[in-house]
């Protein structure tokens, strides 16, 4: 992830896609910025992040330095739904959709203006109904079912 000020310019590596997408999710809570995100996901495993937004539990992210309760809070109230789909296995283990189709078009729907609920369920659905779209069909879908809400 690049991420630039007026004063500086950083460059952020991750490990796998789900710990990019939840730094991005991170940066987007006001009052985390990109160094504090990325001692979030050092101080926690990528799923205790997820359990603890989905199930509104700030005590899950509680031994990470420099997090305190009310912004672990505020991270919490913020992020709800944004999450939805990180699918739970019994081993615990959550994932993300494969394909990176999913986050192109999810990101080009959130610049159009569109909930991040609303484009999450709507993409699911679609990924569910109608599996191999390109991205552009995949949009075009989205924007048809998201102009009904």
């Not at 959550?94 to 159009?112: E, G, K, Q, T, W």
């Not at 659905?125 to 991205?135: F, Q, R, T, W």
Request: no cysteine.
């Amino acid at each position: 992830h690049y991420h630039h000020t007026d004063s500086e310019a950083s460059l952020y590596g991750f490990a796998d896609e789900k710990e990019k997408y939840v730094f991005r999710l991170l940066i987007s809570v006001s009052g985390i910025g990109p160094k504090m995100a990325m001692k979030i996901l050092a101080g926690a495993p990528v799923n205790r992040i997820v359990q603890a937004v989905n199930e509104n539990n700030p005590d899950l992210l509680g031994r990470i330095p420099g997090l305190g309760a009310k912004t672990a809070q505020k991270m919490i109230l913020e992020l709800q739904g944004k999450l939805a789909f990180f699918i739970s296995s019994e081993s615990g283990v959550s994932s993300l959709p494969a394909d990176s189709v999913f986050y192109d078009a999810r990101d080009a729907l959130r610049n159009l203006g569109y909930r991040e609920q609303d484009i999450t369920k709507t993409l699911t659905a679609l990924k569910n109904e109608k599996p191999g779209l390109s991205i552009e069909a995949l949009i075009r879908e989205s924007l048809a079912k998201l102009s009904k809400v």
